[in-house]
């Protein structure tokens, strides 16, 4: 435009201008349909019953729709016409499936493919680590246990309609229903591909927001196009979802700066500088991250006194404060606080926990250091040593560095300590965790649904989530009565939840470490975006304008 103001020739100069303004409002009319965000790791599986991961689970979430999905915090119906008939009992649930509702591939979406998901999510076949939330479902226990049939599962279809049976009453049910483990899938797709159903784009098809094309399971960067055949497209304002994997802050910071990522998450030095910042934004989350210690691999971690010091050793705020930067809070529990209050008097369940529990989680290096030798000496031995596992993302290095420098503190001359540490990629570290193959590792979950019982439930001696295989007789009775005998009982069912949050933290059976809150630089022109108590964020509705 410069050069044609200086040629001064008024034709070029009109047609210059007129050209430009063109592909200027082009430029920023395409901009404006597309959001790039960064991603943490890959994408490990697309098969909604065997996804384990957040990474999986917001991927999946744009592109799939179970009978709910969450509106910033509202449950609303996408896949479900309307909310369920519940009958007076709360034992069973009737859906009615939208008639507009249809796949990618055009075929309409029925109850039959609810039903068929969820048979084989369950069936031990499948191995679907979260097989375990069906728990509730009539027949669901036996099934896992191989003990029944998968068709047996307490669901069925009948044109338009699903039937969910329930053995027992399960307070939470609704907001399970959006989770991935409980989306539809096309039986032919995994009929077709079998084992390699969800490891590649062209192996599936979707009934979501958007449709993946051309990805495959190792891909850095992916992207989502708005699938015309979602019964709520025209809420669909951003046509492109685009996402690449980022690890450290330096890069995430230059890529938003320079327009190429349009929300990163930062920490550490980073965060700090840019708190100043429009873009920069805390986003609190119902996420936990916690270390977990595996008994059979290291006989220090047998003593309650060597976990309790483990965790004492700890300067949580300091550790916030010096390396995260952003807006993360203590965790006294492995429940998050501003997540669940009481219907009885409205008070947060994290907190209340607390004023019981928070001694064992609070920084008292003088007490941890005589806890550790006071355990160390009733187990008879003189030295420990341990390796610590987490990611490779710069903000898991620099934690690793952290716990290294604190749980060595704890060493004397009479009760030596050797700490290790060992960065890995977030697949393989979950990998290692699942098969109990680490000795201490840096672990993190966020809630599935609002409810404590989604954090506790990890720790239960039955679950393929307690990596660290920590066991409590007594913990594991009083989650079962949350879920089942005291499941219609709201004063009952919070203080069996009470009592199992007093055993897990006291006992350290796992050591919470701190509540998450990202620290986002988005782009001021996006609005909408926000995180839903499942943890993932909802794209209808979203704008970038």
Not at 54 to 71: E, F, H
Not at 166 to 173: E, G, I, N, T
Request: hydrophobic share 40%; aromatic share 10%; with cysteine.
């Amino acid at each position: 435009m410069k050069k044609a103001l200086l040629a001064g020739a008024t034709g070029i100069l009109l047609f210059s201008l007129a050209a430009c303004g063109n592909h200027s409002d082009k430029k920023a009319q395409k901009a404006a349909e597309s959001i790039s965000t960064m991603g943490g790791d890959v994408i490990t599986t697309m098969d909604p019953a065997r996804a384990s991961d957040a990474i999986s689970a917001q991927a999946m979430a744009n592109v799939y729709a179970g009978l709910y999905r969450y509106d910033g915090k509202e449950l609303t119906p996408d896949m479900a016409a309307s909310r369920a008939k519940v009958a007076a009992n709360q034992l069973t649930y009737t859906f009615t499936i939208r008639k507009t509702a249809r796949w990618s591939d055009g075929r309409a979406v029925t109850a039959a493919d609810f039903v068929y998901a969820w048979q084989r999510a369950v069936d031990p076949a499948t191995k679907s680590e979260y097989a375990y939330l069906f728990s509730g479902i009539k027949n669901a226990d036996a099934i896992i246990a191989g003990k029944k049939p998968a068709s047996s599962l307490g669901v069925s279809a009948q044109g338009n309609t699903l039937t969910v049976h329930l053995s027992h009453v399960v307070p939470y049910f609704e907001p399970l229903m959006t989770l991935k483990t409980f989306y539809p899938v096309e039986a032919k797709q995994v009929r077709k591909y079998g084992d390699k159903f969800g490891t590649s784009s062209k192996t599936l098809t979707f009934n979501g927001p958007y449709v993946l094309k051309n990805w495959q399971g190792s891909a850095n960067h992916w992207t989502q196009t708005k699938n015309p055949r979602y019964w709520n497209a025209k809420n669909v304002h951003v046509q492109t979802l685009k996402s690449q994997v980022v690890k450290d802050n330096g890069t995430a910071l230059n890529l938003f700066q320079a327009g190429k990522l349009d929300d990163v998450t930062v920490t550490g030095d980073t965060a700090r500088q840019m708190q100043s910042s429009s873009d920069y934004k805390v986003v609190p989350q119902n996420a936990t991250f916690y270390i977990e210690m595996t008994q059979s691999r290291v006989p220090a971690f047998k003593s309650q006194k060597v976990r309790q010091a483990l965790s004492m050793a700890i300067n949580r705020r300091d550790f916030i404060d010096q390396v995260l930067g952003d807006g993360s809070q203590p965790a006294s529990s492995i429940i998050p606080s501003g997540m669940t209050y009481s219907s009885v008097n409205g008070a947060d369940f994290a907190k209340t926990a607390a004023k019981t529990t928070g001694k064992y989680s609070r920084y008292d290096l003088k007490k941890a250091r005589a806890l550790f030798k006071a355990g160390m000496s009733d187990l008879g031995l003189k030295s420990a040593s341990f390796t610590l596992v987490s990611d490779d993302t710069d903000n898991a290095k620099d934690t690793l560095a952290y716990l290294q420098s604190a749980f060595s503190k704890l060493s004397s001359s009479s009760a030596k300590l050797t700490v290790k540490t060992q960065s890995v990629p977030f697949k393989t570290r979950v990998q290692l965790s699942q098969a109990h193959q680490t000795d201490m590792v840096v672990s993190a979950w966020g809630a599935n649904y609002p409810d404590p019982i989604s954090f506790l439930d990890l720790f239960t001696s039955y679950n393929a989530y307690n990596s660290g295989q920590w066991q409590n007789s007594r913990y594991d009775a009083l989650i079962k009565a949350a879920a089942t005998t005291d499941a219609a009982n709201a004063s009952k069912r919070w203080n069996d939840m009470q009592k199992a949050t007093a055993i897990l933290t006291k006992d350290a059976g796992v050591i919470a470490f701190y509540q998450r809150g990202a620290a986002h630089l988005t782009k001021t022109s996006i609005k909408g975006m926000q995180l839903s108590p499942n943890g993932v964020i909802n794209f209808v509705g979203v704008t970038n304008k």
